[in-house]
């Protein structure tokens, strides 16, 4: 994945996810917003629905009261108790009575919604005195002729209006309408609102009594707020619901579903809280509860108003949402060009990087950041370094070909001068006089001498080429060599000393045997005139599979200040006279000891006399 | 003491022929010393038949890796492939140096190298080789 993809995708991963988070909470904002919205607005919408309806009731009330302080009430309580005729004015009881029912007519005209009007008297089981009613369905307002008049002194109402005092209303619960003792139909829900009547200090002669069709009133809370309105009782029952069939059941003979259809309402219902308003998570609505006063004496009825806020609110969040999203995409593009000026000079390093040429430097571009500056100064070192060690492999391949040709051809012509120096020696050898023989003897030494440089140089040069690793136990190996130089170690007396450390790792087996074979025979070489050699082989181990071996002899010792020299090739301490060398054997080793990324030096004898070889090797990896 | 009929020597070292010369003449081994100065040269002479349709057959070639024209290597490959009675006896390959592991192991991977050998041939190796191949002529 490149660079300008992983930042591009990284902002526009941070810009989409803060974008959406934005909107989230936004929205959510906007929602509880637009849910305290609905809700205020529909608690407004039942206070107004509750006002009307008190205003609606009691405007009823009063009328009943105008009409318990018309004329005809207490003209026709005079009359009665005046076997019939009013003292006052000589009015007789069934003139009262037919100017009551006058007024009662005359009110029924002019208020559509009442249908009823009465006035009872406690006597003969609470005998209605005149009645003036419509029926439903029908314009025509009646007076009930007198024989058709009832007792209803078991009506709730009675008892109900005959318990207040004076001047006090009763307004009963809501329900269906009966004619007769049956519901009439179609149903017609009413109330009745009626307030005692009487002579002033004696008891209650009777009530005046109007029943109003509570439709109006009904449907007028049903219109209340923008979405559905219930009415419920406290027994659960509807007296108002969308679907009208499940109203009045109490009177149909229904159970009641109410604390079923609106649980979340029903702590106004049962508790009598004042107000609530809730949520429903389920349906998407809010609801609102608030209980109305009616019947004098019970418990109110619920007015229940909801309104849908899910789905309706999709299109408010809208506009919310433009400055969001313009935000977002705002960032989005800043983002981007951010990304492609930030990748931009990575690009023009690489595009400097590519074009550079085998030997050129590095063009840095200019005005890079520091860390990109650093990482391009790296790279240029790098560059260089790596230039540098191609160079130098170059160079020591080439040299190491160079020593292999030039020994590989010296030895030819070499070969041949001995040769022939031998045939002269052999034929004419005798006939030289004075220092002739001589000469040819110098001669054929001189060119021995140059075939074992030639072919030390040779040697040196294919030291470890096409040498394949392999596990080397260096005590047996020791042991190998101690074994073929035995002949000169007893001619010298010698003692050898392996050290039980000594290791066994992975290495090139004939290079680590002339390794060893040349400290040997160099410690039994170069030993002290008249001193029996001792040379003791140990070795311990070092972290990371490195070991540092140590040979230490008891010979002359090398001098501090040549200790250096003795490892480079043709370098001899000693006159030919005193020790026959090719001046060649440490730099096999130390070549030896760099094929196995050691290192090789001299340190100083523990004792008075002698030398100590170190050397670490380390284990040559498959 | 039957003398070999005749020693092939296939160098370019005018020097070396004559030092291996005296070297077999000394040891009095052959009854005739043939030199070649290439191997093109010498493939040409073990082909070509006297009047008598009889090839030369040498018993013995000291065969020299490094020459002009056909090389060591090359003679061996061609050689390889000569009838069989234009082949010699026994092919013996003189390398340079004693110690060049790889050119010994390349010269006795050919089915028809008997023996190698360091150059210059001392009359201690010839005698090795006449041990081993030819023990009757060791005078």
Same mark, same amino acid.
């Given at each position: 994945?490149?660079?300008?993809?992983?930042?591009?995708?990284?902002?526009?991963?941070?810009?989409?996810?803060?974008?959406?988070?934005?909107?989230?909470?936004?929205?959510?904002?906007?929602?509880?917003?637009?849910?305290?919205?609905?809700?205020?607005?529909?608690?407004?919408?039942?206070?107004?629905?509750?006002?009307?309806?008190?205003?609606?009731?009691?405007?009823?009330?009063?009328?009943?009261?105008?009409?318990?302080?018309?004329?005809?009430?207490?003209?026709?309580?005079?009359?009665?108790?005046?076997?019939?005729?009013?003292?006052?004015?000589?009015?007789?009881?069934?003139?009262?009575?037919?100017?009551?029912?006058?007024?009662?007519?005359?009110?029924?005209?002019?208020?559509?919604?009442?249908?009823?009007?009465?006035?009872?008297?406690?006597?003969?089981?609470?005998?209605?005195?005149?009645?003036?009613?419509?029926?439903?369905?029908?314009?025509?307002?009646?007076?009930?002729?007198?024989?058709?008049?009832?007792?209803?002194?078991?009506?709730?109402?009675?008892?109900?209006?005959?318990?207040?005092?004076?001047?006090?209303?009763?307004?009963?619960?809501?329900?269906?309408?009966?004619?007769?003792?049956?519901?009439?139909?179609?149903?017609?829900?009413?109330?009745?609102?009626?307030?005692?009547?009487?002579?002033?200090?004696?008891?209650?002669?009777?009530?005046?009594?109007?029943?109003?069709?509570?439709?109006? &009133?009904?449907?007028?809370?049903?219109?209340?707020?923008?979405?559905?309105?219930?009415?419920?009782?406290?027994?659960?029952?509807?007296?108002?619901?969308?679907?009208?069939?499940?109203?009045?059941?109490?009177?149909?003979?229904?159970?009641?579903?109410?604390?079923?259809?609106?649980?979340?309402?029903?702590?106004?219902?049962?508790?009598?809280?004042?107000?609530?308003?809730?949520?429903?998570?389920?349906?998407?609505?809010?609801?609102?509860?608030?209980?109305?006063?009616?019947?004098?004496?019970?418990?109110?009825?619920?007015?229940?108003?909801?309104?849908?806020?899910?789905?309706?609110?999709?299109?408010?969040?809208?506009?919310?949402?433009?400055?969001?999203?313009?935000?977002?995409?705002?960032?989005?593009?800043?983002?981007?060009?951010?990304?492609?000026?930030?990748?931009?000079?990575?690009?023009?390093?690489?595009?400097?990087?590519?074009?550079?040429?085998?030997?050129?430097?590095?063009?840095?571009?200019?005005?890079?950041?520091?860390?990109?500056?650093?990482?391009?100064?790296?790279?240029?070192?790098?560059?260089?370094?790596?230039?540098?060690?191609?160079?130098?492999?170059?160079?020591?391949?080439?040299?190491?070909?160079?020593?292999?040709?030039?020994?590989?051809?010296?030895?030819?012509?070499?070969? &041949?001068?001995?040769?022939?120096?031998?045939?002269?020696?052999?034929?004419?050898?005798?006939?030289?006089?004075?220092?002739?023989?001589?000469?040819?003897?110098?001669?054929?030494?001189? &060119?021995?001498?140059?075939?074992?440089?030639?072919?030390?140089?040779?040697?040196?040069?294919?030291?470890?080429?096409?040498?394949?690793?392999?596990?080397?136990?260096?005590?047996?190996?020791?042991?190998?060599?101690?074994?073929?130089?035995?002949?000169?170690?007893?001619?010298?007396?010698?003692?050898?000393?392996?050290?039980?450390?000594?290791?066994?790792?992975?290495?090139?087996?004939?290079?680590?045997?002339?390794?060893?074979?040349?400290?040997?025979?160099?410690?039994?070489?170069?030993?002290?005139?008249?001193?029996?050699?001792?040379?003791?082989?140990?070795?311990?181990?070092?972290?990371?599979?490195?070991?540092?071996?140590?040979?230490?002899?008891?010979?002359?010792?090398?001098?501090?200040?040549?200790?250096?020299?003795?490892?480079?090739?043709?370098?001899?301490?000693?006159?030919?006279?005193?020790?026959?060398?090719?001046?060649?054997?440490?730099?096999?080793?130390?070549?030896?000891?760099?094929?196995?990324?050691?290192?090789?030096?001299?340190?100083?004898?523990?004792?008075?006399?002698?030398?100590?070889?170190?050397?670490?090797?380390?284990?040559?990896?498959? | 003491?039957?003398?070999?009929?005749?020693?092939?020597?296939?160098?370019?070292?005018?020097?070396?022929?004559?030092?291996?010369?005296?070297?077999?003449?000394?040891?009095?081994?052959?009854?005739?010393?043939?030199?070649?100065?290439?191997?093109?040269?010498?493939?040409?002479?073990?082909?070509?038949?006297?009047?008598?349709?009889?090839?030369?057959?040498?018993?013995?070639?000291?065969?020299?890796?490094?020459?002009?024209?056909?090389?060591?290597?090359?003679?061996?490959?061609?050689?390889?492939?000569?009838?069989?009675?234009?082949?010699?006896?026994?092919?013996?390959?003189?390398?340079?140096?004693?110690?060049?592991?790889?050119?010994?192991?390349?010269?006795?991977?050919?089915?028809?190298?008997?023996?190698?050998?360091?150059?210059?041939?001392?009359?201690?190796?010839?005698?090795?080789?006449?041990?081993?191949?030819?023990?009757?002529?060791?005078?």
């Amino acid at each position: 994945m490149s660079l300008f993809a992983r930042i591009a995708a990284a902002i526009v991963s941070l810009v989409v996810l803060g974008t959406l988070l934005t909107s989230f909470v936004v929205i959510r904002i906007a929602d509880t917003e637009l849910v305290a919205a609905r809700s205020r607005d529909l608690e407004a919408a039942a206070a107004v629905a509750e006002t009307r309806f008190v205003d609606r009731v009691a405007e009823v009330k009063r009328t009943v009261t105008f009409l318990a302080g018309t004329p005809p009430i207490d003209g026709l309580i005079r009359a009665q108790s005046n076997s019939g005729v009013d003292p006052k004015d000589g009015s007789s009881d069934k003139q009262w009575r037919d100017r009551l029912a006058t007024i009662f007519r005359e009110l029924l005209e002019s208020q559509p919604y009442y249908v009823q009007a009465r006035y009872i008297g406690r006597a003969e089981g609470g005998r209605e005195l005149v009645r003036v009613e419509r029926h439903a369905g029908d314009t025509e307002i009646r007076r009930t002729p007198e024989k058709e008049l009832q007792g209803k002194a078991s009506e709730p109402y009675f008892e109900g209006t005959l318990s207040l005092s004076r001047g006090e209303l009763y307004v009963s619960p809501i329900n269906l309408n009966r004619e007769r003792g049956a519901i009439s139909v179609p149903h017609v829900p009413v109330y009745r609102v009626a307030t005692p009547v009487g002579a002033p200090g004696a008891p209650h002669f009777g009530l005046i009594i109007v029943n109003v069709d509570a439709r109006e &009133t009904l449907s007028d809370l049903g219109e209340a707020g923008a979405g559905q309105a219930y009415v419920l009782r406290p027994d659960g029952h509807y007296l108002l619901h969308p679907d009208p069939t499940r109203t009045f059941g109490f009177d149909l003979g229904h159970a009641p579903t109410g604390a079923a259809d609106l649980p979340l309402v029903m702590p106004v219902v049962t508790e009598e809280l004042p107000l609530l308003t809730v949520e429903d998570e389920a349906s998407g609505r809010i609801l609102t509860a608030r209980p109305l006063f009616i019947a004098t004496g019970q418990k109110p009825v619920t007015l229940v108003l909801t309104t849908a806020y899910r789905g309706l609110s999709a299109a408010p969040r809208l506009p919310l949402l433009a400055p969001v999203l313009l935000i977002g995409a705002l960032s989005l593009a800043l983002g981007l060009f951010a990304t492609r000026w930030l990748v931009r000079p990575v690009t023009k390093l690489t595009k400097a990087v590519d074009q550079m040429t085998d030997t050129g430097g590095l063009a840095v571009p200019r005005g890079l950041a520091p860390e990109l500056q650093n990482l391009a100064e790296t790279l240029e070192h790098s560059i260089d370094a790596l230039r540098a060690r191609d160079r130098l492999e170059a160079s020591n391949r080439e040299l190491q070909q160079f020593a292999y040709l030039a020994s590989h051809d010296l030895r030819e012509p070499i070969r &041949t001068i001995a040769s022939y120096l031998e045939l002269l020696d052999e034929d004419y050898g005798e006939l030289l006089e004075g220092d002739g023989q001589d000469f040819i003897r110098f001669m054929r030494s001189s &060119t021995v001498r140059m075939t074992t440089l030639i072919d030390g140089l040779l040697e040196h040069a294919r030291l470890g080429s096409g040498a394949t690793a392999e596990s080397v136990d260096t005590h047996e190996l020791l042991g190998e060599v101690v074994a073929d130089l035995a002949a000169s170690i007893d001619a010298k007396e010698a003692t050898v000393f392996l050290g039980d450390e000594l290791p066994r790792l992975r290495g090139y087996r004939l290079e680590l045997r002339l390794l060893f074979q040349n400290l040997l025979s160099n410690a039994l070489k170069f030993g002290r005139e008249g001193v029996a050699p001792e040379v003791r082989f140990e070795a311990e181990a070092r972290e990371n599979r490195t070991w540092q071996f140590r040979v230490t002899d008891n010979g002359p010792g090398i001098p501090e200040d040549k200790r250096d020299r003795v490892f480079e090739i043709f370098q001899r301490l000693h006159t030919r006279e005193a020790a026959e060398g090719s001046g060649i054997g440490l730099a096999h080793c130390r070549k030896i000891v760099s094929l196995h990324r050691g290192q090789m030096w001299i340190e100083d004898p523990p004792g008075e006399h002698g030398a100590r070889f170190c050397f670490t090797l380390h284990e040559v990896e498959s | 003491m039957p003398k070999l009929r005749e020693i092939l020597l296939v160098d370019d070292s005018d020097a070396d022929n004559y030092f291996h010369r005296r070297v077999i003449n000394k040891m009095g081994c052959a009854e005739a010393i043939t030199e070649k100065p290439h191997g093109q040269a010498a493939i040409d002479y073990l082909t070509t038949a006297n009047d008598a349709g009889v090839y030369p057959q040498p018993e013995l070639v000291f065969l020299d890796i490094n020459m002009p024209v056909m090389n060591g290597w090359d003679f061996l490959v061609a050689y390889q492939n000569l009838r069989e009675e234009q082949k010699a006896g026994v092919v013996v390959v003189m390398l340079t140096t004693s110690f060049d592991e790889q050119d010994r192991d390349r010269a006795l991977a050919f089915d028809v190298v008997s023996d190698h050998l360091g150059k210059p041939l001392r009359p201690e190796s010839l005698k090795q080789v006449l041990e081993a191949h030819f023990p009757d002529a060791i005078p």
